[in-house]
């Protein structure tokens, strides 16, 4: 009888024991590791510094000449062939430059930019192909005739400098300069290449010789 006393006295306690570790809070350790990595708080970065004067411009410039690269660049052209002539006249051979090399070198990288299926929608445009054509050899072309009768009869122009005006005008369009215009004002590449090459070839037989 005094042993079951004993044994069950032993168990009571043992019982008391494990309800006692069983109440403790569970979150101890993890608010123990929260503390901890509380206490290793970065700093905050500093603050980015202050563009500087000349960054501002060049900021500003890179801006200007991604916009306007191509009025830029003709700029700077004209101040080359300004200063030193030679430099383009002679060296660069632009009977061969500026007349072949830089015309074919145009429409390559034009074709090559460009989808077959821009090409055939620029061809299907039967009305704005005929309107750029008709305007460039026919409204141009009177526009310039009429003004140049105008400053022949006022005696501002000689009869020489009026004729050389209305056979500028009677000109097709250069391929060169409306790609590269049209490129540079984001235009309709494929209606270019083709308003281009077909108005030069039809104007062959529509420009004065």
């Keep these: 009888m005094a042993e079951t006393i004993t044994t069950n006295t032993t168990n009571t306690e043992t019982s008391q024991i ?9 979150g101890s350790k ?6 901890a990595a509380s206490s290793d ?5 500093p603050p980015a510094p202050p563009k500087t004067v000349f960054r501002k411009i060049w900021t500003w410039w890179c801006k200007l ?6 009025l830029i660049l003709v700029v700077v052209a004209i101040c080359f062939a300004r200063a030193y002539p030679p430099l383009g006249a002679t060296y660069l051979a632009p009977q061969i430059t500026a007349t072949w090399i830089a015309v074919v ?8 930019g460009l989808r077959t299926e821009e090409f055939t929608k620029a061809f299907q445009r039967l009305k704005f192909n005929l309107f750029v054509q008709v305007f460039n050899f026919g409204f141009v072309s009177a526009l310039v005739f009429g003004f ?3 400053m022949v009869s006022i005696g501002i122009l000689s009869q020489t400098s009026a004729n050389g005006m ?3 005008a009677c000109m097709p369009i250069t391929i060169n300069m409306v790609l590269v215009l049209t490129k540079s004002s984001s235009g309709d590449e ?8 077909f108005g030069n070839m039809t104007g062959v037989f529509l420009s004065p010789a």
Excluded at 105 to 112: D, E, Q
């Design 41 to 45: 708080i970065t700093e905050d970065e």
């Design 148 to 150: 140049s009768r105008l």
């Design 30 to 35: 993890s608010d123990a590791k929260n503390g």
């Design 190 to 197: 494929a209606a270019a290449v083709f308003n281009a090459a």
């Design 166 to 168: 209305v056979i500028c």
């Design 18 to 26: 494990i309800s006692v570790d069983s109440n403790e809070p569970k």
């Design 65 to 70: 000449y991604g916009t306007y690269s191509f």
């Design 105 to 112: 070198i145009i429409f390559v990288l034009s074709g090559l």
